[in-house]
């Protein structure tokens, strides 16, 4: 029920002020997932991190490692501290889209002990994505380090696959044999941790500090519960893979939901050893290993799906974490691709930076509406974005014929065709019926400004927004343009220069009939402008330009 009433206020003109009873307004937000509830944008950004490197290979050999972290700021002027456990802190100034590689010193890696403080500690005055690569001799893999804000309590544990010469005759005496681990890090809390099985095992940690659980068979551990955010990696140190060498295995595993999701597997992720791939099933009442059949490249089900092949382990991504952009930084020295996944009829959208994809091999996965396709990247940070869709991007690389990889990290899940959004746009038709002044000073006080369609490429994006906030009742509405006093010329209040304009016929009349302008909101006058004058009671259309991250 609108309630009416007079104003006087104290200008030239008695004005109506409408209270209307809901806020009317339209803001793009993309759906939240399970893990990011932190982040309106729904990204894998974030102001504070605690990283550790598991053993690779053995904590002995002799090569030491060369470890990496790497850090994309979306920000300006971000200063990024790193703690090294007992090794010193040092900081670092990045820029809006800068990325820059971090090595941690060499003793910070994990050994064999169970309780262990060997972490690294990232905070940052803005948000960032990190990005770890563990590296030693032959052996590499990489991880998507996610912010202490947004890990969970609950996980399920996956099988670990059937490796001939590593899980097959279980020993703790020889590195290659040992068995699987969970790597468990505490976030800012004490932590008490329970893992699930048929020996149940509780462990108590520090903030910031890292438990090792062994995988034993005959424990049947199934499930990681904590009573505060924790993150867990699933890991080998050395691995069996190809010609009877060995390498670390590693792969973040997601939060447990009860949600059915839908899993699709791009055939790049299997190519070469579709024979020897396989997806391991996880729910919170069983557990299953599944070969990877090329013909059925969609897994539905409560848990979450982590793919095997030698030498890699990768979580895959649920189709409801789809997102819209995302950051690829390739490793110097080895080959490094994004595997692009998108619906069949949305491939034109996909950008790498500025450009459309080349001339891409897509491929389809058979049964799904979906198709996939490998990018090898040239440049050392690529944006990958798309203008009207959702889409999975993996990043994967090669290390002779061993793959790694990780799901690419996410920037935005809202897309929009003007770029990478790091915050979205607002379009709000005010609340208050009032004056051209007034309503630009309405409009200043929510934060936002009275709307300018300077930029053409903008205005069929607003108008789209505008039609599903309005409703019959609204005729007319203020815009943030207005005559000059002094020159009788038309401006913008962005001081924008007035190029392209959308008067309605015989519009704009002389400075006699109006000095601001309105726009129509009546079903069939197209949005049109006419002026009028400033004193005329009507609501404003506010607005915010979307924050976009650098290309």
Same mark, same amino acid.
């Given at each position: 029920?609108?309630?009416?009433?007079?104003?006087?206020?104290? #200008?030239?003109?008695?004005?109506?002020?409408?209270?209307? *009873?809901?806020?009317?307004?339209?803001?793009?937000?993309?759906?939240?997932?399970?893990? @990011?509830?932190?982040?309106?944008?729904?990204?894998?950004?974030?102001?504070?991190?605690?990283?550790?490197?598991?053993?690779?290979? &053995?904590?002995?050999? *002799?090569?030491?490692?060369?470890?990496?972290?790497?850090?994309? &700021?979306?920000?300006?002027?971000?200063?990024?501290?790193?703690?090294?456990?007992?090794?010193?802190?040092?900081?670092?100034?990045? +820029?809006?889209?800068?990325?820059?590689?971090?090595?941690?010193?060499?003793?910070?890696?994990?050994?064999?002990?169970?309780?262990?403080?060997?972490?690294?500690?990232?905070?940052?005055?803005?948000?960032?994505?990190?990005?770890?690569? @563990?590296?030693?001799?032959?052996?590499?893999?990489?991880?998507?380090?996610?912010?202490?804000?947004?890990?969970?309590?609950?996980?399920?544990?996956?099988?670990?696959?059937?490796?001939?010469?590593?899980?097959?005759?279980?020993?703790?005496?020889?590195?290659?044999?040992?068995?699987?681990?969970?790597?468990?890090?505490?976030?800012?809390?004490?932590?008490?941790?329970?893992?699930?099985?048929?020996?149940?095992?509780?462990?108590?940690?520090?903030?910031?500090?890292?438990?090792?659980?062994?995988?034993?068979? &005959?424990?049947?551990?199934?499930?990681?519960?904590?009573?505060?955010?924790?993150?867990?990696?699933?890991?080998?140190?050395?691995?069996?893979?190809?010609?009877?060498?060995?390498?670390?295995?590693?792969?973040?595993?997601?939060?447990?939901?009860?949600?059915?999701?839908?899993?699709?597997?791009?055939?790049?992720?299997?190519?070469?050893?579709?024979?020897?791939?396989?997806?391991?099933?996880?729910?919170?009442? #069983? !557990? !299953?290993?599944?070969?990877?059949?090329?013909?059925? *490249?969609?897994?539905?089900?409560?848990? +979450?799906?982590?793919?095997?092949?030698?030498?890699?382990?990768?979580?895959?991504?649920?189709?409801?974490?789809?997102? +819209?952009?995302?950051?690829? $930084?390739?490793?110097?020295?080895?080959?490094?691709?994004?595997?692009?996944?998108?619906?069949?009829?949305?491939?034109?959208?996909?950008?790498?930076?500025?450009?459309?994809?080349?001339?891409?091999?897509?491929?389809?996965?058979?049964?799904?509406?979906?198709?996939?396709?490998?990018?090898?990247?040239?440049?050392? !940070?690529?944006?990958?974005?798309?203008?009207?869709?959702?889409?999975?991007?993996?990043?994967?690389?090669?290390?002779?014929?061993?793959?790694?990889?990780?799901?690419?990290?996410?920037?935005?899940?809202? *897309?929009?065709?003007?770029?990478?959004?790091?915050?979205?746009?607002?379009?709000?038709?005010?609340?208050?019926?009032?004056?051209?002044?007034?309503?630009?000073?309405?409009?200043?006080?929510?934060?936002?400004?009275?709307?300018?369609? #300077?930029?053409?490429?903008?205005?069929?994006?607003?108008?789209?927004?505008?039609?599903?906030?309005?409703?019959?009742?609204?005729?007319?509405?203020?815009?943030?343009?207005?005559?000059?006093?002094?020159?009788?010329?038309?401006?913008?209040?962005?001081?924008?220069?007035?190029?392209?304009?959308?008067?309605?016929?015989?519009?704009?009349?002389?400075?006699?009939?109006?000095?601001?302008?309105?726009? $129509?909101?009546?079903?069939?006058?197209?949005?049109?402008?006419?002026?009028?004058?400033?004193?005329?009671?009507?609501?404003?259309?506010?607005?915010?330009?979307?924050?976009?991250?650098?290309?």
């Amino acid at each position: 029920m609108n309630e009416m009433m007079k104003v006087k206020l104290g #200008s030239r003109c008695e004005r109506l002020v409408v209270m209307c *009873p809901v806020l009317l307004h339209f803001l793009l937000l993309a759906a939240l997932n399970s893990d @990011s509830a932190a982040d309106p944008q729904g990204n894998n950004a974030g102001l504070k991190f605690i990283v550790a490197f598991p053993e690779n290979i &053995a904590h002995y050999y *002799p090569i030491p490692p060369q470890n990496k972290i790497q850090i994309t &700021a979306l920000h300006s002027n971000t200063q990024v501290t790193f703690k090294m456990f007992t090794y010193g802190t040092s900081t670092e100034t990045l +820029s809006a889209g800068q990325s820059k590689e971090f090595l941690p010193d060499v003793k910070l890696e994990l050994k064999k002990e169970e309780i262990s403080s060997e972490t690294l500690t990232i905070t940052s005055t803005e948000k960032i994505i990190v990005h770890a690569t @563990s590296l030693k001799h032959n052996s590499v893999q990489t991880a998507l380090v996610i912010p202490t804000d947004q890990l969970g309590k609950e996980y399920l544990v996956p099988p670990v696959p059937r490796i001939p010469g590593t899980n097959d005759n279980v020993t703790l005496d020889v590195t290659e044999r040992r068995p699987f681990r969970l790597v468990i890090i505490s976030g800012d809390q004490p932590t008490k941790v329970t893992v699930e099985g048929a020996e149940t095992r509780e462990v108590s940690l520090r903030p910031q500090q890292v438990a090792q659980i062994l995988l034993q068979e &005959a424990a049947e551990l199934r499930a990681v519960r904590a009573d505060q955010p924790v993150a867990v990696l699933l890991t080998h140190s050395c691995a069996i893979r190809l010609n009877c060498t060995c390498g670390l295995l590693l792969t973040r595993l997601s939060p447990a939901t009860q949600e059915q999701l839908r899993f699709f597997i791009p055939p790049f992720l299997a190519k070469n050893a579709s024979g020897e791939t396989f997806l391991l099933l996880s729910k919170e009442d #069983s !557990t !299953t290993i599944e070969a990877f059949d090329p013909n059925s *490249p969609l897994v539905e089900t409560t848990g +979450s799906v982590v793919l095997y092949r030698p030498g890699f382990l990768l979580t895959l991504i649920p189709e409801k974490d789809f997102a +819209s952009c995302f950051v690829v $930084s390739r490793i110097q020295g080895m080959q490094s691709f994004a595997v692009i996944m998108v619906h069949k009829d949305f491939t034109d959208g996909v950008r790498i930076r500025k450009d459309p994809l080349g001339s891409p091999d897509w491929q389809e996965l058979r049964g799904t509406e979906f198709v996939s396709t490998a990018v090898e990247l040239d440049l050392e !940070t690529n944006v990958i974005w798309h203008t009207s869709s959702k889409m999975a991007v993996y990043f994967v690389g090669k290390h002779g014929t061993a793959l790694y990889g990780n799901p690419a990290p996410i920037v935005s899940r809202t *897309p929009d065709f003007r770029g990478c959004v790091l915050a979205p746009e607002v379009v709000k038709i005010g609340e208050v019926v009032d004056g051209w002044r007034e309503s630009v000073k309405y409009c200043r006080d929510n934060d936002l400004q009275l709307v300018s369609f #300077s930029r053409t490429v903008n205005v069929m994006q607003i108008h789209k927004e505008l039609v599903q906030v309005k409703n019959d009742s609204m005729r007319e509405a203020w815009i943030g343009m207005r005559r000059s006093s002094q020159t009788g010329e038309w401006y913008w209040l962005n001081n924008d220069p007035v190029t392209d304009t959308n008067w309605e016929e015989g519009e704009p009349g002389t400075e006699d009939d109006g000095q601001c302008a309105i726009m $129509s909101l009546e079903s069939g006058k197209d949005f049109g402008w006419r002026d009028e004058d400033c004193c005329k009671a009507a609501l404003p259309v506010c607005y915010r330009r979307p924050v976009l991250f650098p290309l």
